[in-house]
């Protein structure tokens, strides 16, 4: 089924066909609609994805650094507490057991004759497990098929564009919408940031890919979708990882930021959770951290709290170490900027010679105090130490 969007760049709703699942009766059907959202900006998916559809695009990604992970590997110790972390259960209320099994918008999804096409999907997960952000409060917000920017695309050790890496265009981007940040981060971005910044529409240091797939739609091109957005959000952040460490001005003590990058590959069906990160040699690994079947109750409702754990983690702990980092590179721009400001003041005039009297014997002569600064030698240590 063809896609079609409006004027605002959002999908325009479309009933999907019911459908009955594992023998539950099939007359109960729904639609499902989205509203967009305030603080996104969506946009026609990109024609140009006949890449990433390649049966050797995965092979061709491993070429250029970018790999995903056999299961039986071993992952570093801080990637593993960060999954345990966001894997715990939630306080807050949520959807029970019944109210999934009574969602008919979601046993549509699971697909038919017919088919479910991507946009469903996309508009019902956007409604029911990817919260909106509060436009005034949130410091996160996401993007809607907008293309990550092309200095994103990681390079090979010698500045060389890791050409294989196809342009990646996330179905849903979480990062840091512009106006949270303080004045003088603000300042900073505009003067010096452009590398952080992650799309057109401002969203910087982004920390979660998502990609849909609809009826028919390969879950591993969604995957392979992911890697490479993966590979750029990490390519961001490491970028401010080294900027505060060439920073003159960086205590010391200043942690790393958490360079790790969580990505959703899901359809109808299946949701499938994976985390990123770079390895020490400049090189993008990807772990696999659980598949979900999200038409089961239980996997549906643990699925929705690895989610909202996964903003959560990007709205207070990321969020905090990426300020703490720009309030570093904030400061140092401005002590720039007055070091520079003081190289461009003009050189101050020569002072008056002192006026010169001749002693009463011995034609002696003396310098005439400074008033009220002692003699004239005082004067001249003083303006030393000036």
């Known amino acids: 089924m063809d896609r079609r969007f409006d004027n605002d760049g959002c999908a325009i709703q479309q009933a999907p066909s019911s459908s009955g699942r594992r023998g539950r009766a099939s007359s109960r059907g729904g639609s499902s609609s989205v509203a967009c959202s305030a603080t996104t900006t969506s946009a026609p998916p990109s024609s140009s994805r006949s890449q990433v559809e390649n049966i050797t695009y995965r092979d061709t990604l491993k070429r250029e650094g970018v790999v995903l992970l056999p299961r039986t590997t071993d992952i570093p110790r801080a990637i593993t507490e960060l999954v345990e972390r966001v894997g715990r259960r939630r306080s807050s209320p949520g959807p029970s057991v019944r109210d999934v099994l009574a969602d008919t918008d979601l046993e549509a999804l699971e697909g038919g004759s017919t088919g479910t096409p991507e946009s469903l999907v996309q508009q019902y997960f956007q409604r029911k497990v990817f919260p909106p952000s509060d436009a005034g409060k949130d410091p996160i917000e996401f993007s809607v098929q907008l293309p990550i920017l092309s200095h994103a695309i990681p390079r090979t050790p010698d500045g060389l564009s890791r050409k294989g890496i196809s342009v990646p265009v996330p179905d849903l981007l979480y990062g840091y919408k512009f106006a949270s940040f303080a004045i003088q981060q603000q300042n900073y971005l505009e003067d010096k940031g452009y590398g952080l910044q992650a799309t057109t529409y ?138 520079g400001l003081k190289a461009r003041d003009p050189p101050s005039p020569p002072q008056r010679p002192d006026s010169i009297t001749s002693g009463d014997s011995g034609g002696k002569r003396q310098r005439n105090a400074h008033p009220g600064l002692g003699t004239g030698s005082e004067y001249g240590r003083i303006g030393v130490a000036l």
């Open 202 to 339: 401002q969203l910087y240091l982004p920390f979660l890919v998502v990609e849909f797939k609809g009826e028919g739609g390969v879950l591993r091109v969604a995957t392979n979708q992911c890697l490479g957005g993966s590979a750029c959000c990490i390519n961001i952040i490491e970028r401010l990882n080294q900027l505060v460490h060439n920073c003159p001005s960086a205590p010391a003590s200043l942690p790393t930021l958490d360079g790790a990058v969580f990505s959703i590959a899901m359809d109808g069906n299946l949701a499938r959770l994976l985390v990123s990160w770079q390895r020490e040699d400049g090189g993008y690994d990807t772990a696999r951290v659980r598949d979900f079947a999200v038409q089961e109750p239980e996997q549906y409702i643990a699925f929705r709290a690895y989610v909202l754990n996964i903003i959560d983690w990007g709205r207070k702990q990321r969020w905090q170490q990426v300020c703490a980092a720009l309030d570093i590179l904030a400061e140092e721009r401005l002590r720039e900027a007055a070091a």
